[in-house]
């Protein structure tokens, strides 16, 4: 999604990149989720939103291949609606910068967290958008700053979310070993990512990860050129 704001101190950029060579497009015909999901509100920038937090199973072919595709995911951009339709797949994105930090925080929780209830699921959706959408990187709480979410339906999975978010903070999550992150794009739907499985090298050779013009700069938050003006985010 292009979208980019400036705010005093603090630059936004929600975009994902032209994709690269590596890339390849998929057809996504079916969104369901993987173990339910749980509602509630999110607050962000101090606006409140309903939401239905939890991993998605999307379901579709690769056009290229015509291969089945079968992705759980999780929401990263919180602009638009998820919905069928066309997407650019790309494997091992590199944020890259500054902003790696949250990238590794982001793998880390994906990579230590089993999907085995709606909570778990939501939980870790909620801490997702934490570490997206706050602008630390060693403080994170969904209970209060730029980026919060309330409600009872949330309160156990807000409960392991704050958890799991301990746990990358203070290090005792890692990424783990041979994974890395990939993502599903496209203008006007919702940007997903997921942690993969990195492929082994031949000997000798080189990785080429996809680069990104621009992935969330600091996965952060919109600050106060947002405040002077309305804009109004869907969630999923």
Known sequence: MKHAYLSTGVALVLALG???PASA?????????????????????????????GQFLL???????????????????????????????????NVGG????????VMALLGNVSITSADTSAAVQLAVWEIAYETSTT????????????????????TLANG????????DWKALANTQLNSLTADGNQDQIWLGTRPPQAPGAVPEPASW?????GFGLIGGAMRRRSVQARFA
């Open 213 to 217: 013009a621009m992935m969330i700069a």
């Open 98 to 105: 500054q902003y790696a930090a949250k990238q590794d925080q």
């Open 25 to 53: 497009l998929v057809k996504i015909t079916n969104v369901a989720t993987t173990k339910g999901s749980k509602a509630g509100t999110v607050s962000y920038f101090g606006s409140g939103r309903s939401v239905n937090a």
């Open 18 to 20: 032209v994709a690269q």
């Open 139 to 158: 403080k994170y709480s969904l209970s209060d700053g730029w980026f919060s979410a309330s409600g009872s339906s949330l309160s156990a999975a807000k």
């Open 164 to 171: 799991y978010l301990s746990k990358v903070t203070k290090g």
């Open 59 to 93: 379901t579709g072919k690769d056009l290229d291949t015509n291969a089945a595709v079968s992705l759980k995911t999780f929401c990263i951009d919180i602009f638009n609606t998820l919905k069928t339709g066309t997407f650019t797949r790309t494997d091992d994105v």
